[in-house]
């Protein structure tokens, strides 16, 4: 593994040219810098670093937040087969600590022949306790392999910033009910409101049940036990394995949700937070689908304007695993739930591999990031230039006269 400990390569690429991104009478437009970097890279040939997410903890001083990065091995001869949660962290922006390994965030022993862990991690700043909350969900193996048929469990770690320690993972009790004996907050980009609660996306079935359904749980978050108070609306569609893997937003005075799907990616918006309209299929402002699908998108959400992160088909890529690279963005127009074509840009290339599991996080008003990793499966994907690099691509944004 090289360049554990250091910033190893930095790439800046001027996005300019969004267009409509503001009202037309306002006297400014939105645009942005991506400035790509490798925060590691290498790779063994027999597992890989994956999950790679970033939540900010703010602090005083140049840099306006310390970032702490967690990912987590992943078994290639396997599938999902994933062990303990590590940790980086920068206070700077430039020079990285670790990977240190938690075993707070490792695999627990249930039997002789199976185990449980914690997964699709994501750590979060909670403002009104001041603690990095991360959740994800549980998995579980037999004889190292993920079980087809299963219980799982929202799950969730509180970091502890004197000591660089995260609690040992614990699950959210959900209503004693068959449809939550398989409830995740996987991968969910969640909204905490002014007085402290959260807003956290889940998906959910019965062990036995093919069909996932995407709901938001209100919680209560008191700095150390994250607990459920009630659910909103609950949406699937019959289509495979139905609406998961949700993430949420908050622009303006709207909530939006958007859903993974076996075949097409779907969105939805709310009033309130918890009560959601009908999903539709994600497609591009001239009436063309999205092909996003099978995989995750994410917001980035500016005050001015809503971006959407996501992968998609017919972009030379069909080389790529479910063509999970390279990493788009565009602006959504939040009046028709569409994503406005002209605006696209790349802003983390493909070289082979996949990219679909990847985080969004705000580390100020004037910067976000987007945190990925080069998932190294299938095998021999390296030979297009893939090297499990984790990338941070920061969004950096800035306003352009339209006398410009």
């Known amino acids: 593994m ?5 910033v190893c390569v930095a790439i800046s690429l001027l996005v300019s040219g969004i267009n409509s991104v503001t009202a037309e009478d306002e006297a400014n437009s939105l645009t942005y810098e991506v400035d790509l970097r490798t925060v590691t890279e290498g790779f063994d040939g027999k ?3 994956v999950q790679a997410r970033t939540g900010a903890i703010p602090q005083t001083g ?4 310390t970032i702490v990065l967690t990912m987590q091995k992943l078994l290639l001869s396997g599938s999902d ?39 699709d991690f994501t750590p979060g700043w909670h403002a009104m306790t001041k603690k990095l909350l991360g959740t994800g969900h549980s998995v579980r193996y037999e004889n190292n392999k993920v079980m087809h048929v299963r219980k799982r469990s929202v799950a969730y770690s509180v970091y502890h910033q004197k000591d660089h320690s995260w609690s040992e993972w614990a699950a959210m009790a959900m209503p004693d009910l068959p449809e939550f004996e398989n409830c995740g907050a ?14 956290l996306p889940v998906y959910f079935k019965t062990k036995t049940a093919r069909q996932y359904s995407s709901t938001v749980v209100l919680c209560e978050f008191d700095g150390e036990k994250l607990t459920y108070k009630k659910h909103g609306s609950a949406h699937t569609i019959p289509v495979k394995r139905g ?3 949700p993430s949420l937003t908050k622009f303006q005075k709207k909530y ?10 779907h969105v939805s918006v709310s009033d309130d937070g918890l009560n959601y309209s009908q999903p539709i299929v994600w497609k591009f402002d001239d009436g063309r689908e999205l092909g996003n699908y099978n995989t995750q998108q994410h917001w980035v959400t500016h005050s001015d304007t809503l971006f959407l992160v996501y992968t998609r088909r017919g972009a030379n890529n069909d080389h790529v695993f479910r063509h999970r690279a390279p990493l788009f963005m565009a602006q959504v127009d939040p009046k028709t739930l569409r994503v406005i074509r002209k605006t696209e840009r790349v802003i983390v290339p493909e070289k082979g591999a996949r990219m679909g599991n990847f985080a969004v996080v705000k580390v100020s008003p ?39």
């Open 62 to 65: 140049n840099f306006p937040a």
């Open 256 to 265: 939006y949700l958007t859903m993974r799907n076996d075949e097409k990616g």
């Open 47 to 49: 597992t890989c670093w």
């Open 186 to 199: 996987g991968s969910a980009q969640r909204v905490d409101l002014e007085d402290g609660t959260i807003l």
């Open 366 to 404: 004037y910067e976000s990031w987007v945190t990925v990793a080069e998932w190294m499966q299938p095998v021999g994907i390296e030979k297009y230039g893939s090297n499990n690099r984790i990338y941070t691509a920061r969004i950096k944004w800035s306003r352009l006269s339209k006398s410009e």
């Open 2 to 6: 090289k360049n554990l400990f250091s």
């Open 81 to 119: 087969v994933f062990y303990a949660l590590n940790e980086m962290r920068t206070s700077d922006g430039e020079n990285w600590i670790g990977p240190i390994e938690h075993s707070t965030l490792g695999r627990r022993r249930l039997s002789k022949t199976r185990e449980i862990a914690v997964c």
């Open 243 to 245: 609406l998961y893997e």
